[in-house]
């Protein structure tokens, strides 16, 4: 499947933003759909945004209107772009690419921390 490396985590105030990317080794087009996760400490890994190979995105609730998926299939990427984040938003971000028939692949994570 190849590797996926997230980058753009930081530490930043309630109502910032930050973007971040997970580069593939390979075309991020010939995956079935990528998608980001978070995992906050002490709590399960929750789904936040998908985005399927022809663009199509769904996002879950708790990030949807401040949160945006793309990618770039040129550059193998996919971006989270996170707007007015909250501290509830502070988590380790990973990306995850999926093809049928194949396990999924997973990144190291990023960490985002929102505080004050």
């Known amino acids: 499947q190849g590797q996926l490396v997230e980058s753009g985590g930081g530490l930043v105030n309630p109502g910032e933003s930050l973007t971040l990317s997970c580069v593939a080794s390979?075309?991020?087009?010939?995956?079935?759909?990528m998608a980001w996760y978070r995992q906050a400490l002490g709590s399960q890994r929750e789904f936040i945004a998908r985005?399927?190979?022809?663009?199509?995105?769904n996002y879950s609730d708790s990030v949807k209107g401040r949160f945006t998926i793309s990618r770039d299939n040129n550059e193998n990427t996919v971006y989270l772009q996170m707007n007015n984040l909250k501290p509830e938003d502070t988590a380790v971000y990973y990306c995850?690419?999926?093809?049928?028939?194949?396990?999924?692949?997973w990144g190291q994570g990023t960490q985002v921390t929102v505080s004050s």
């Open positions: 995850k690419a999926a093809l049928t028939g194949w396990p999924d692949s």
């Open positions: 390979r075309s991020t087009f010939i995956f079935d759909d």
């Open positions: 985005i399927r190979r022809y663009g199509v995105t």
